[in-house]
């Protein structure tokens, strides 16, 4: 029987919740499934940062590297400052794993009540494919004079063509997947006339190799617009680092919630392990409560499990996911209900446990 290797690391706040109700949804996948997971959790984060002095261990990557995938659940501690969180943990990661491409599907599931008025389900399918590896988040820059009159602080935005070029280049072979065969490039050149000039250049380079994808352009702040005002018109989205970020924040708050929204921050070249997570941090404010809603970690346990290649089990968990947040019972507080995290987790596995896996021979 085929076993694979997935750390989870659960971080802060609700991560410590969410994780293991997706590391119980993946256990219930592979019962009777022919396949298994053998599971190593780290205790990163905040609280280790309290006990040591960092977010995680010097050598933490080299711990990771053997593992078929990471689960991680959110990195940040109203008591830590949030770059000290972020870049000690899930960038730490991200960036020493070079998993360059960030993809966040978004649509409205069964059940949910989007805000937009007018949009369908059928409007609001899309996948956003964020630069993770460069950009705004390339950590180049310094603060020189502090707490002077003088004092400067920098951050600069680094763009190579080798890591552009590869992120245009999934985006359109994403695109090229999906049954639309449709890309939008989101850029700020007017403004940014350096680093952004070149990112249109290079995803007018890479379009002619993809002649079956038809593909637009538009500048980030006009793309807020279309995304509230024509979301049938998108369907595969390509931004920077920083505007992927806002923008896949608000594609899930149009989808009715960032609770439901997964992440996959992949390597595609598979060099090293991919890592999966829910987008909608770490939530202190609910921490300890039961209230977080699961399902935007399940919908990163379908993407975890269709990058290891079982696609089957990827669909199992997906249709479990749609059964459960079709009942309204069954809807966290953030979804306008009062279910909590073991009750959703619970139906989830149930509904599993109702669609077998077909034997394997």
Not at 68 to 81: K, N
Request: aromatic share 6%; hydrophobic share 45%.
């Amino acid at each position: 029987m085929k076993t694979y290797k997935i750390a989870t690391i659960p971080g802060d706040g609700i991560g410590k919740e969410v994780v293991p109700a997706g590391q119980q949804v993946l256990q219930a996948v592979a019962a009777g499934s022919g396949f298994g997971f053998e599971f190593e959790d780290f205790g990163w984060g905040g609280d280790w940062f309290r006990a040591h002095g960092v977010m995680m261990p010097a050598d933490g990557l080299d711990a990771l590297r053997d593992k078929d995938a990471i689960l991680f659940g959110s990195a940040g501690d109203p008591h830590i400052p949030d770059h000290i969180t972020l870049w000690g943990l899930r960038l730490k990661i991200c960036q020493g794993f070079d998993q360059y491409a960030n993809v966040r599907p978004t649509r409205i599931l069964p059940g949910i009540d989007g805000p937009l008025k007018r949009c369908s389900p059928q409007d609001l399918d899309w996948v956003i494919v964020r630069e993770n590896s460069e950009g705004e988040y390339s950590g180049v820059g310094g603060r020189a004079h502090q707490g002077h009159p003088i004092e400067v602080a920098t951050d600069v935005s680094i763009m190579t063509r080798a890591g552009v070029e590869r992120i245009i280049r999934f985006a359109f072979r994403l695109a090229q997947s999906r049954p639309r065969k449709q890309l939008t490039v989101v850029t700020k050149s007017n403004a940014q006339r350096h680093a952004m000039v070149m990112w249109d250049q290079i995803a007018n380079e890479v379009a002619a190799e993809f002649p079956d994808v038809k593909w637009d352009k538009e500048l980030v702040d006009a793309m807020t617009a279309r995304m509230v005002n024509k979301p049938a018109s998108l369907d595969t989205i390509v931004a920077t680092n920083l505007h992927a970020d806002i923008l896949s924040d608000l594609a899930a708050a149009l989808a009715g919630s960032l609770g439901i929204a997964p992440t996959g921050n992949i390597d595609p070249e598979r060099r090293y392990p991919s890592m999966f997570e829910p987008i909608h941090g770490s939530a202190f404010d609910i921490m300890g409560q039961g209230l977080a809603n699961p399902v935007g970690t399940f919908w990163s346990v379908v993407m975890l499990l269709e990058h290891l290649g079982e696609h089957e089990a990827a669909a199992r968990v997906m249709a479990a996911v749609e059964q459960v947040t079709a009942n309204p019972a069954l809807h966290t507080r953030d979804l306008g209900g009062t279910a909590t995290t073991a009750a959703v987790t619970e139906a989830v596995c149930a509904q599993l446990a109702t669609a077998p896996a077909r034997k394997v021979a």
